[in-house]
């Protein structure tokens, strides 16, 4: 098996054991040449939907509006999409139809770029109608057909191209490079969740940088919800350590609020809390070095992210070794409030005193004296200190 894994030869098997054509296609065939492990596989078949139902006795209806079947054998997911073309792009947002074709040629003319639109069958053989094989070896994006028109028809695979750029560090072959600066305002058509995947998978991929400038020489960027007219310290930024520190590296360059970022992009609440931590941190940092304080509050993806934000935006790399936060943070006498050895509880039985504000305000008290060492984290300790301290304040 040259490719792919048992469960898939068996589709295939069994596609064509019912006299179907089927081929593995896409992201895995390219993959695969490109001596990387594919994370699905896709499957492109002559079978109709429904047929290939009646195949597999485990499928899932993931898109059968767009031929898309998801078959689940030995626990493992395959989609299996019948050859089809898009039909009309009225809005250059989705299809309006999708129809379905006898032949796998019809099939690839639909897709992407030259390195997308391989196929393989089962034996290993390649399918390569549009000279994907040798844009693969050139690191070359290149649309199938007349790149002005597959960009109008769908403007996101403008976002996707620059993707590709960063994920697999091509660039761009000057056709498509062209008809992607002619359409750029064409981006504002599509939706800004499709924008927003895209976007996740570029901050992850090995060349970011070459996306970034591409971003400005299409002028794509003015395209998209917002952008920051300035990537400074980018370089030294790269890469990033996640898609949410990508994501952090927008709202600091461009100097937004994380609400206005966030919305713009419809980030989920989590990708909301990470980036306006960062923004905070950062803040602080442009003030003075982490101290305790901020180890403590704190995560470490955001002081790291704030820290290399500072040393590469403020241009003060210094000569100073990136600090240690995880390991600092390990110090600390209590990483979190929840590892206090004492609660409300505990302070309203010593004081006899009825819980209220003040049980609030006196755990703040606690925690920040066994934080910077006044107290030890210890219930007897803490009791004492407390008790003294509470009596001769009341
Ligand atoms: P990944 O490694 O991210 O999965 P991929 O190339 O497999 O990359 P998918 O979004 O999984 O990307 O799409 C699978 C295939 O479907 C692509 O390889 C391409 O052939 C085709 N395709 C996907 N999106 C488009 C699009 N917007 N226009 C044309 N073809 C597309
Ligand atoms: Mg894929």
């Given at each position: 098996?040259?490719?792919?894994?048992?469960?898939?030869?068996?589709?295939?098997?069994?596609?064509?054991?019912?006299?179907?054509?089927?081929?593995?296609?896409?992201?895995?065939?390219?993959?695969?040449?490109?001596?990387?492990?594919?994370?699905?596989?896709?499957?492109?078949?002559?079978?109709?939907?429904?047929?290939?139902?009646?195949?597999?006795?485990?499928?899932?209806?993931?898109?059968?509006?767009?031929?898309?079947?998801?078959?689940?054998?030995?626990?493992?997911?395959?989609?299996?999409?019948?050859?089809?073309?898009?039909?009309?792009?009225?809005?250059?947002?989705?299809?309006?139809?999708?129809?379905?074709?006898?032949?796998?040629?019809?099939?690839?003319?639909?897709?992407?770029?030259?390195?997308?639109?391989?196929?393989?069958?089962?034996?290993?053989?390649?399918?390569?109608?549009?000279?994907?094989?040798?844009?693969?070896?050139?690191?070359?994006?290149?649309?199938?057909?007349?790149?002005?028109?597959?960009?109008?028809?769908?403007?996101?695979?403008?976002?996707?191209?620059?993707?590709?750029?960063?994920?697999?560090?091509?660039?761009?072959?000057?056709?498509?490079?062209?008809?992607?600066?002619?359409?750029?305002?064409?981006?504002g058509n599509v939706s800004v969740e499709r924008i927003?995947?895209?976007?996740?998978?570029?901050?992850?991929?090995t060349n970011p940088l070459a996306a970034f400038k591409?971003?400005?020489?299409?002028?794509?960027?003015?395209?998209?919800?917002?952008?920051?007219?300035?990537?400074?310290?980018?370089?030294?930024?790269?890469?990033?350590?996640?898609?949410?520190?990508?994501?952090?590296?927008?709202?600091?360059?461009?100097?937004?609020?994380?609400?206005?970022?966030?919305?713009?992009?419809?980030?989920?609440?989590?990708?909301?809390?990470?980036?306006?931590?960062?923004?905070?941190?950062?803040?602080?940092?442009?003030?003075?070095?982490?101290?305790?304080?901020?180890?403590?509050?704190?995560?470490?993806?955001?002081?790291?992210?704030?820290?290399?934000?500072?040393?590469?935006i403020s241009m003060d790399e210094g000569f100073a070794?990136?600090?240690?936060?995880?390991?600092?943070?390990?110090?600390?006498?209590?990483?979190?409030?929840?590892?206090?050895?004492?609660?409300?509880?505990?302070?309203?039985?010593?004081?006899?005193?009825?819980?209220?504000?003040?049980?609030?305000?006196?755990?703040?008290?606690?925690?920040?004296?066994?934080?910077?060492?006044?107290?030890?984290?210890?219930?007897?300790?803490?009791?004492?200190?407390?008790?003294?301290?509470?009596?001769?304040?009341?």
């Amino acid at each position: 098996q040259p490719f792919g894994t048992p469960a898939s030869y068996l589709v295939l098997e069994k596609l064509e054991q019912h006299g179907h054509e089927a081929v593995f296609v896409g992201g895995a065939v390219r993959d695969y040449l490109l001596g990387k492990r594919a994370t699905d596989i896709d499957i492109a078949t002559s079978a109709e939907p429904n047929e290939v139902k009646a195949i597999f006795s485990n499928t899932i209806d993931v898109g059968i509006a767009h031929g898309t079947v998801l078959v689940l054998l030995n626990h493992e997911p395959i989609e299996v999409t019948t050859f089809r073309t898009e039909g009309t792009y009225s809005d250059a947002r989705r299809p309006d139809e999708v129809q379905f074709v006898k032949t796998l040629h019809e099939d690839l003319l639909r897709r992407d770029f030259t390195f997308n639109a391989l196929a393989m069958t089962k034996d290993g053989q390649l399918i390569d109608l549009f000279n994907g094989q040798e844009d693969l070896k050139h690191k070359i994006i290149r649309a199938v057909g007349v790149p002005e028109e597959r960009f109008h028809e769908d403007a996101l695979r403008m976002m996707r191209a620059l993707r590709f750029a960063s994920v697999l560090d091509f660039t761009l072959d000057p056709a498509t490079f062209e008809a992607i600066r002619n359409q750029a305002e064409r981006l504002g058509n599509v939706s800004v969740e499709r924008i927003k995947i895209e976007m996740d998978r570029l901050f992850l991929g090995t060349n970011p940088l070459a996306a970034f400038k591409l971003f400005t020489e299409t002028k794509l960027s003015q395209a998209l919800p917002l952008f920051p007219k300035e990537t400074r310290g980018l370089e030294h930024a790269l890469p990033f350590a996640s898609a949410n520190e990508g994501w952090a590296y927008l709202l600091v360059a461009g100097e937004y609020s994380a609400s206005t970022l966030g919305g713009a992009y419809k980030l989920s609440n989590d990708e909301k809390r990470f980036i306006a931590a960062v923004e905070t941190a950062y803040t602080i940092r442009k003030e003075h070095p982490f101290a305790m304080d901020e180890i403590y509050l704190f995560d470490v993806p955001v002081l790291e992210a704030a820290e290399k934000f500072y040393r590469s935006i403020s241009m003060d790399e210094g000569f100073a070794p990136f600090p240690q936060f995880e390991k600092e943070k390990n110090k600390l006498a209590i990483q979190s409030p929840r590892d206090l050895s004492v609660n409300g509880r505990d302070l309203m039985n010593w004081a006899d005193v009825k819980g209220g504000r003040w049980t609030g305000e006196w755990m703040k008290k606690i925690e920040a004296a066994v934080l910077h060492g006044r107290c030890v984290n210890d219930p007897n300790k803490i009791r004492e200190w407390f008790m003294n301290d509470f009596n001769s304040k009341e």
